[in-house]
C-alpha cells in the first residue's frame, strides 16, 4: 500500500508540474473549421460530459436550436428543433476536440475561436469569443439580435483581434492572470481587471490594423462594456495548461470539471479521456431584479476549467467581494474558502499570489483523494442561467461540483492501481 | 395598482455583489413588489426594464450612478425601502468584526499549519479513527485517540504500526493526558514536577496527580493509554512506550502505572521492564492480587495509595473488618468516574462488604446477585452513556439514580464522586446539591477531584456540597471509609 501511495505521489507531482510549467499565450483568433478537425457540417460541440437531446436542459436546447440557424443549417428555429429530435445533429463535448465554452459552450464550424496556445509544450486550445452579458447565446438565447450579434463577432471583431493578436505576437496571459488577481479578478465571475489589462495591450495593436475608426469603435466599446470578456480566454488558457496533464500513470489529478446543465463531469489524469459523471447540482447565489431561484438552471458549463487551475472559487481569497454570493458570506472571509480549496490541492501555484492572503500561491491540481478523504467539493463561482431557454443569465452565485464524480473517479483509479 | 420609486445616486459606485445583497435583503418584505440597487450601465438598465422598475429619474441615469429602484404597493413602503438602502450605503463598515478563523478540515491541512507538530488528537466517529491515527504517524506524530468504539485487533495494529516507528497511541479511547503541563481532554490543573503516571484509565489518573498535587507534588506527564492497553490482545505495547518514554525523561523520577489487573503475560512483561528500569515505582492494578516486584517498586491496592506512595507518605495501617455482617443498611456509590467506582469497591471489599456492580472488580459480583447488598454503579458505563454525553461531561445521568436513592429505607449512606477539570461540568456540585432541596435523604458521602486552579475550583465545590449537608471527604477513599463507618452500629 505504501508502495502504491509513492507511485501516486510522484505522479502527482509530475503532474502538477506540467500544469504549473505551463506558458499560455494568447496568440490568435481563427475560424473553427480551420483549425479543429473533424467539426464538420451539423457537429455541434456543447459544455460539459456527452449528453443527448432528450436529456439536455432547457438552454442547452435554445442554445442548439440557435446555432442550427446561424450556421443555416436549418431556416428558423422550429425547424432547427425538428433536426436535433430527429437526431440530424450530431452533439460531442467541447473538451474532446481541444475546446473549452461558457455555459452551453455551443462550438461549430463556421464561429471564430479564440487561440491559446501552451508554448511550454506547444499545444492549442480554443474557446469562442464572450458574446456579452444579458440575452445571449451562451445562456440558451437565440433571437436575432443574438444571431445578429453573433454574425458581428465573426465578420468584424474575430478578424480584427486576430490580425490585431498576430501583430502584437500574442499576449502572454500568465503575468496578465496574475496582474488580475492582484486586482480583484478571480477569472470566473470577476473579469474586469483582466478584461481591460487585455484591452489595453491590444488597443495599439487593434488601432494599426483596424480598417476604419468606426470599425474600432464597435470593438472597443464591445470590450469595454463587457466585463467577462476576459473569461473566454481565462478558460482557454485552463484548457491549454490542462491538456498537457492528461495520461501521466499513476496521478490522481483532475484534468477537467465541466457541467452540460444535466450531469456534472470530471477528467482525472490516469484515467485520460473517461467522464466521471453526476447530476449537477444547483448553484447557491443572488438573482437580478424580477428572478428568484424557481427561474434558475442547475449548474451549467466548461467555466469550471479554471476552477481546475486554481483559478474561480479556488481563488475566492483574490476577489473577496465574490464571498457575498454565498449565504451570510462576509468579504473579509473570503480567504477561508481558498484555504478549504487548499486542503484537497496538490500544491499552490507561486506564479499567481493572492496579495491579501500574504502572497499565499493559489491552491492548485485538485486530488480525487483528497476531495474524497476530506469530504470537501470544489467551490466553483459560477453565472447562473435561467431554466428558459432565451432567457439569459439570471443571477450569480457558487456551486458545488458533487462528491459522487469524486467518488466514482476514485474507484476507477484505485482499480486501475490494482488496489482492491 | 402598485408604486414605482427610483431615487438616483449621482457620482456614486458601490460594488455589484454588495449591491445585489442589499436588493435580496429587501425582497420578500411585506409591501415590495421588486426591488432592486444596481450601477446605471446599459446593461443593467435592461435588465431593471425588463423586471418593470425603471421608471422617472432611473431611465436618465448613467454608468457613474447608483439606482435605487423599487415596485411596492404603495408610496409609504417605497420612501421606506430607499430610506433602509440609503442608511445602509451610508453606515459605517463594522471593520473586521468576528472575523472567522480558519481551521484545517484534515490532518494534512492541520500538519501543514503547523509543521513542528508532533501530537494529534483524534476525536472522531470509532470507525474512522484509526484510518485518521495512521495518517498522523506517517507524518511522524505521536497520536492520542480519544475516540471509542474501535476494534480490538485494529487497536493492536495501529498500536504496532506507533512502536515500529518509534512513536506512542494513547487511547483509544484515552480521555485524560498531561504532557508537558498540557492538558489533554479531562484533566486538572496540577503543577509541574517529577512523577512520572502512566494510566490505562482517566479518572485513575486525575485522581491520584491531583492527591499528589494536594501534597505539594507535581507531574512531569500523565500518559494514557486506553482501557484495554494491558489485556492479552494488546499486549500493553503503549504502556511498555509510555514507561520507555519516561525512562528517558530527566524529570522523571518516578513512574505509577494505574490499570485494572492486566493479563498475567502482559503483567510479567510490565513486571520485567520496571526490574531493568532506573526509577523508582508504584504498581496500581486496581483489584489485583498481591504482586512479586522488584526492589525500586511498591504495589498500591487504591488511587489513593498510589498517590502516598508516590509521596514517599506514611501509611497508617487500615484495619480491615473481618466478613462485616454489622451493618443494618447498605452503601449505594453512584459514580462518574469508572475508577473511582472500582476504588470504592476495592475498599468496600477490604473492610469485609460484599458489594456488587455494573462494572465489578475482580472480588465483587454483578448487579442482581442476592438482596441488600452494597452497590457501586459506574454511571460512565455504556449502559448509561449510550446516545449521550459522559457523566463528567453532563452529570444529570445521575439525577434519577439519586432520587430513587434518597427514597429506598434500605439504603444507609450514598457514596458519589465530583469530577471537576478540564472538559468536566461547568458546576458538577451545584447540580447535585440542586436535588436535595427539601428533601429527606441518607447521609452522602462526596469527595472533589480536582485542584483550586481548575476552572470550577475544588474548594468552592467542597464548599456547595457542605452547605447543602454532604460530608466531605479529602479523597474518594477517604469517602469510602467514612460511608462505611457511617452504617456501622457505633
Known amino acids: 500500500m505504501e508502495e502504491i501511495g509513492k507511485v501516486i505521489d510522484q505522479a502527482n507531482e509530475q503532474a502538477l508540474g506540467v500544469l504549473l510549467s505551463g506558458e499560455p499565450v494568447l496568440v490568435d483568433v481563427v475560424l473553427a473549421a480551420d483549425v479543429i478537425d473533424g467539426l464538420k457540417e451539423k457537429i455541434i460541440l456543447h459544455a460539459g460530459p456527452p449528453i443527448k437531446w432528450n436529456k439536455m436542459c432547457g438552454p442547452m436546447r435554445g442554445a442548439i436550436c440557435g446555432i442550427a440557424v446561424f450556421e443555416e443549417w436549418a431556416s428558423n428555429l422550429n425547424e432547427a428543433e425538428k433536426l436535433a429530435s430527429q437526431g440530424s445533429l450530431e452533439f460531442a463535448p467541447n473538451h474532446q476536440f481541444g475546446c473549452v465554452g461558457p455555459m452551453t459552450g455551443m462550438t461549430t464550424s463556421s464561429q471564430p475561436l479564440i487561440v491559446v496556445e501552451n508554448q511550454h509544450y506547444g499545444n492549442r486550445a480554443y474557446c469562442t469569443i464572450n458574446e456579452g452579458l444579458g440575452k445571449v447565446m451562451r445562456f440558451g438565447g437565440n433571437d436575432q439580435t443574438v444571431l445578429e450579434r453573433l454574425s458581428w463577432i465573426k465578420n468584424e471583431l474575430a478578424p480584427l483581434l486576430g490580425q490585431a493578436l498576430r501583430r502584437a505576437g500574442g499576449i502572454k496571459l500568465k503575468p496578465l492572470i496574475a496582474r488580475g488577481l492582484t486586482m480583484g479578478d478571480e477569472m470566473h465571475q470577476r473579469n474586469v481587471a483582466c478584461s481591460s489589462l487585455l484591452l489595453r495591450e491590444l488597443a495599439p495593436h487593434m488601432a494599426a490594423v483596424a480598417p476604419e475608426t468606426e470599425t474600432l469603435a464597435r470593438a472597443y466599446s464591445f470590450i469595454a462594456s463587457n466585463d467577462q470578456f476576459f473569461l473566454n480566454i481565462a478558460m482557454a488558457a485552463g484548457k491549454a495548461l490542462t491538456d498537457p496533464a492528461y495520461g501521466i500513470k499513476g496521478s490522481s489529478m483532475v484534468t477537467a470539471m465541466s457541467r452540460n446543465g444535466t450531469d456534472f463531469g470530471i477528467r482525472v489524469s490516469s484515467t485520460g479521456d473517461r467522464w466521471f459523471t453526476a447530476p449537477v447540482e444547483m448553484p447557491q447565489g443572488l438573482y437580478f431584479p424580477g428572478y428568484s431561484e424557481s427561474d434558475a438552471n442547475p449548474d451549467m458549463g466548461d467555466s469550471a476549467i479554471v476552477e481546475t487551475i486554481g483559478l474561480g472559487g479556488f481563488a475566492m481569497g483574490a476577489a473577496p467581494a465574490v464571498a457575498g454570493f454565498v449565504g451570510a458570506g462576509a468579504a473579509s472571509q473570503a480567504g477561508l474558502y481558498t484555504k478549504n480549496m487548499a486542503e484537497i490541492t496538490l500544491g499552490e501555484n507561486k506564479s499567481w499570489t493572492i496579495p491579501a492572503m500574504d502572497y499565499l500561491g493559489v491552491p492548485t491540481g485538485i486530488d480525487i483523494r483528497r476531495v474524497v478523504e476530506a469530504n470537501i467539493s470544489p467551490t466553483i463561482n459560477t453565472g447562473i442561467a435561467h431554466k428558459e431557454p432565451g432567457i439569459g443569465q439570471v443571477g450569480a452565485g457558487v456551486a458545488k461540483a458533487p462528491m459522487a464524480c469524486f467518488q466514482k473517479a476514485l474507484r476507477a483509479f484505485a482499480e486501475q492501481m490494482g488496489v482492491k | ?490
Open chain 2, 1 to 490: 395598482m402598485t408604486f414605482l420609486l427610483n431615487v438616483v445616486q449621482h457620482n456614486s459606485y458601490a460594488d455589484s455583489v454588495a449591491l445585489m445583497r442589499l436588493s435580496d435583503k429587501i425582497s420578500g418584505s411585506p409591501g415590495v413588489k421588486e426591488a432592486a440597487i444596481m450601477i446605471g450601465t446599459p446593461a443593467n438598465k435592461e435588465i431593471l426594464a425588463t423586471a418593470n422598475l425603471l421608471g422617472g429619474d432611473g431611465q436618465s441615469a448613467g454608468p457613474g450612478d447608483i439606482i435605487l429602484a423599487v415596485r411596492a404597493v404603495d408610496q409609504n413602503t417605497a420612501n421606506r425601502v430607499i430610506a433602509g438602502w440609503e442608511s445602509e450605503l451610508n453606515k459605517k463598515a463594522e471593520g473586521l468584526s468576528a472575523t472567522e478563523i480558519w481551521r484545517p478540515k484534515t490532518i494534512r491541512g492541520a500538519f501543514e499549519q503547523q509543521s513542528d507538530a508532533s501530537m494529534a488528537i483524534i476525536s472522531v466517529p470509532g470507525p474512522f479513527a484509526i484510518a485518521e491515527a495512521r495518517k498522523a504517524l506517517t507524518r511522524n506524530l505521536n497520536v492520542l485517540i480519544f475516540s471509542d468504539n474501535v476494534a480490538i485487533d485494529e487497536e493492536r495494529a495501529i498500536k504496532e504500526e506507533a512502536k515500529s516507528r518509534d512513536l506512542i497511541v494513547m487511547g483509544p479511547d484515552c480521555g485524560t493526558a498531561i504532557i508537558q503541563g498540557k492538558m489533554l481532554g479531562f484533566a486538572n490543573s496540577v503543577p509541574n514536577g517529577k512523577i512520572g503516571i502512566v494510566g490505562a484509565s482517566g479518572t485513575g489518573i486525575q485522581e491520584v496527580s491531583c492527591l499528589l498535587a494536594h501534597m505539594g507534588h507535581g507531574i512531569s506527564h500523565a500518559i494514557g493509554v486506553g482501557g484495554r492497553d494491558l489485556t492479552e490482545q494488546v499486549g500493553g505495547i503503549s504502556t511498555l512506550t509510555a514507561i520507555d518514554l519516561l525512562e528517558k525523561d530527566p524529570q522523571t523520577d518516578h513512574v505509577i502505572i494505574i490499570s485494572k489487573p492486566p493479563s498475567e503475560k502482559v503483567c510479567s512483561k510490565i513486571l520485567s521492564k520496571i526490574e531493568r528500569s532506573s526509577k523508582t515505582f508504584t504498581v496500581c492494578f486496581l483489584g489485583s492480587p498481591l504482586l512479586q516486584l522488584s526492589s525500586n517498586a511498591r504495589q498500591a491496592t487504591t488511587l489513593e495509595l498510589a498517590a502516598l506512595l508516590a509521596a514517599n507518605q506514611e501509611i497508617k495501617p487500615i484495619n480491615s473488618v473481618s466478613k462485616n455482617t454489622g451493618a443494618a443498611k447498605r452503601i449505594l456509590g453512584l459514580y462518574a468516574g469508572g475508577t473511582l467506582a472500582a476504588e470504592a469497591q476495592i475498599i468496600l471489599i477490604d473492610h469485609g462488604f460484599s458489594v456488587t456492580s455494573n462494572a465489578p472488580v475482580p472480588g465483587a459480583l454483578p448487579i442482581g446477585s442476592g438482596n441488600l447488598q452494597h452497590t457501586i454503579i459506574d454511571l460512565g458505563a455504556d449502559e448509561y452513556t449510550q446516545g449521550r454525553p459522559h457523566p463528567m461531561i453532563e452529570p444529570s445521568v445521575r439525577s434519577a439514580p439519586f432520587l430513587k436513592a434518597c427514597d429506598d429505607p434500605t439504603v444507609g449512606a450514598i457514596l458519589c464522586d465530583i469530577v471537576i477539570g478540564n472538559g468536566a461540568h461547568a458546576n458538577p456540585a451545584g447540580l447535585l446539591i440542586s436535588l436535595l432541596s427539601d428533601l429527606d435523604h441518607p447521609p452522602i458521602f462526596v469527595s472533589v477531584t480536582g485542584t483550586n486552579q481548575d476552572p470550577q475550583g475544588r474548594d468552592s465545590q467542597m464548599k456547595l456540597l457542605e452547605s447543602a449537608g454532604c460530608t466531605v471527604a479529602s479523597s474518594n477513599a477517604e469517602a469510602a471509609r467514612m460511608a462505611i463507618s457511617s452504617i456501622l452500629p457505633a
